[in-house]
């Protein structure tokens, strides 16, 4: 045990005088830090925006309640309030460990302004973004581990076997009474554990940068689920590589089949994968949605114009002048329920074919340790579009107390006083349970752990036969 | 003597089997992209095309309104499919590709189709473009590592060299070889996706589809001279080819993405709530330090003046739609300003984008390929831009019509059909070739230097090549 050990440590010594090695783990390191500082401006800009948005809701709700106070009429007319005036910012707070991942974060909303109109004046919004810097990607944590991490476990041991057979150390070895097997292994643990140490400094850096609250038992963990997810790609690809070595061809060979493994993993399967969801499961098309909602409103609009004729006729009296504000609203709240009712229909597709592609994405994943890797990543960070749906099912629901808030009263033809701001409805979003996350990822790691399993047995059954030159 | 290398430099490629299966492979994926990329784009063509119809068919046949009404109502403007987006689809998956046209309000495009395709998609989508970009440019690097290094390991370059061939000619030839041996290996796909285009658009896109080949064909000899220098300098094959895949994935991934993100760094967008405010603040501070009711006020009297009347009551036409005009002109003004805001810092972080190209050719393809496709921010911003302009001539026609054709406090004012035909369609006209290639310039220039650098580094290669290994 000990004599592994000092070959593991002459290893490590021997690596650290390669030009390439000691460099590769820096820039390792320096990227992820660098990835995780720039996100860490995604996130301030995140956390100041929903300071902002509450902020503003809070010295609205504020000027109200005093003009309430005082008796303003439309501080205390609840269909003006409701429909026109005040807006309630349900927001998502951003995730502790959302910019070490993004994901889709960035492209779906963190806020929906709540009124009480209808959901779908609320559920089509998108925050402003540059749609290039969008198409391009985010260079993230996520992005230095599953893309350039595998670029320089390649890089490191390409030619961990066939390297030594070119150079004719490996017979040279033997000649001095050496092991292969342990001179292979010693060589192969040098560089897997530089590569995790590399990636142990990096991870906790990009934290401490981002200032992830390790002291929260739910942020370590989903930290270690990161660590962990990292760990376990890092390992495959070196057991890929170990595999590759041992089927004995040069070292030029083996780097062009693991250059193609890469592509073939990083960017073929993923692409592929979401072309296969999508044209399996093709999402309704939004421009029906757009000419639908027209005629959702258009028909609205004509309810709308008949309750106003209805209203002239109750009201002889108020011919040629307006309706009055509450028989107004009250007309409005109908044109938009029955909006709502023809337009969530259709929204609720958007989200069943959307199921339905995460389900083949959730099948596919496993044919590529990057798209399982990225998943979980994601998936630990809140940025894999599950947490979203959680947020958009708690911002519906809220969306519904709002709305009878005022609605009732305006129904009921009461007036809201001051006091009643104090019962405005909160919305405060609750993540679900950090365990639920951890099992969904679990089988991912499971799979990650079992191949690097099979490469790792196949591979050293094939190198104790292995020739010496 | 450079024929003779070019031949056996293009025959011994296309005999690699390892060429072979990457072309293969590369053809594979190719057809993919390009029948996904055509079904796309077809399907949705024909959508937004039967949708600004029909949305001209709801206008037309709204009924009786008043045209406030009318103009509350709204058009809708989508965004025509171009047919090279099948080959570039650029930004338009994070844009949206219906605006709605309303009175008082300037919206966004709604409908981005990113926000319906799978997390993986942030990966990248499989295109066409992408496919020459990022894996093509890895193909020519696998065909070109070893060409000097292996050379030089074996011994032959020094016989070769023993032959009277200069090191020069030995270049060009090799590199005639490799680059004629890869355009065989990929003009099957190229001639697909010229014939898909021809199928899709006829003729009108074909100037444009020869610029994109032009470029696309710039970046590969760029990219295949550097190929051939490293390989030519490194101390091995093994090494030439770690630098080349450490440039590809550095040029073809790294930079661009740290460079735009960089750029939400810098210049970041305004949030949206940040912009609604900003639009509420300038429509509440009306134009020009004047307040929007102290101009209502000043036209008013104006108009009084005119037409010699004392009471607004008493005037010919319908003050209301004087108004409305003037609202609109406050809030056109508000929107123009925070359109101006957003777009300045989007056009900031393209500039550092740009700027970040000169260390990524990849980038600088990337943006000229989005121009010429038709699908770049440009674009974008010109239907956009359109679209508002038809808004703002539509709200004008029907202020006038309330103000000429109505009376003050008549709101049982109606107009009809005949009206609503006076207005026109919406029809966008895509931007020419020429503003594209304008805008292309920095981009270009960039590709060129690339070239020109590399061109230089070949002149210095050859001048004094290693002949042995180390």
Known sequence: MTSKLTKIGQELQLLRRERLAPWSFVLLVLLLVVAAANGRALLAKQNAMAAALRADYATLVAALREQAGRGVETATAPGALGFSVLANPAVLPPASLGPLAVGQSDLLPAHYPITARGAHTFLTQQELDNPLRLALGNFDVAFVIVWLLPLVIIALSFNLVS??????????????????????????????LSVLAALTIGILGAALVTRVPIASATDALALAGVWLGAALYALIWFALALWVNSKLRNSDQNATILAGAWLAFVIIAPALTNLAAVTAFAPPSRVTLTTELREASEAADRAAA?????????????????????????????????????????LAQFDTQAERQQ?????????????????????????????????????????????????????RGTRLSAADYANLPEFAFRDSPISHTLLRVAPSAGALL???????????????????? | MIATVLRKEFLAVLRDGRVLTGAAALLALGIIALASGAARYSALAGERAAAQALVAEQWTQQGEKNPHSAAHYGVYAFRPALPLSFFDPGVVSFEGVA???????????????????TPLARFGELSLSFVFQALVPLALILMAYAAFSRERETGTLRLLLATGVTPGQLFIGKFLGIF??????????????????????????????????????????????????????????QMALLILLAFWATTTFVVPRLAADLGRVLAPTPTRAAFMQGVEEGINGGLGGLPPAARIAARRDALLKIYKVERQEDLPINFQGVVFGIQDEISNAAYDQEFATLNAAIDSQVDILEAASILSPRAALALVSQELAGTSLAHQRHFERAAEDFRRELMALLNRDITVNSKAGDTGYRAGADLWRTTGEFRYQPESLHASLARSGAPLMVLVLWLLATVLAVAMTTRRLQVLSQ
């Open chain 1, 306 to 346: 008949a309750d106003r004729d209805q209203y002239f006729f109750d009201h002889p009296d108020m011919q040629g002048g307006e309706m009055d504000t509450s028989a107004y609203y009250q007309s409005v709240a109908r044109s938009e329920a029955s909006i709502e009712q023809a337009i969530m229909p259709l």
């Open chain 1, 359 to 411: 389900r083949v994405v959730s099948g596919l994943q496993y044919l590529s340790p990057s798209t399982l890797t990225y998943q979980m990543l994601t998936a630990l960070t809140g940025g894999d579009g599950m947490r979203h749906r959680e947020f958009r099912r708690q911002a519906l629901l809220f969306h519904q107390d709002w709305r009878a808030f005022f609605v009732r009263p305006l129904e």
């Open chain 2, 99 to 117: 605006i709605w046209l309303e009175a008082h309000k300037r919206n966004f495009a709604t409908g981005r189709p990113a926000d319906d395709m």
């Open chain 1, 450 to 469: 079992l191949v690097t399993l099979l490469l790792l047995v196949s591979a050293s059954r094939r190198l104790r036969r292995l020739p010496l030159i």
């Open chain 2, 180 to 237: 004629a041996a890869a355009v065989v290996l990929l003009a099957p796909i190229v001639l697909l996706a010229l014939l898909a285009l021809a199928l899709a658009g006829g003729t009108v896109w074909l100037p444009a589809a020869l610029l994109l080949l032009a470029v696309y064909l710039l970046y590969g000899v760029v990219l295949m001279l550097f190929a051939l220098v490293v390989s030519a300098r490194a101390s091995s094959s």
């Open chain 1, 163 to 192: 390297g030594e057979r070119e150079r004719g150390v490996l017979a040279m070895s033997v000649a001095a009474g050496a092991s292969i097997t342990d001179l292979i292994a010693a060589k192969f643990a040098a560089r897997v």
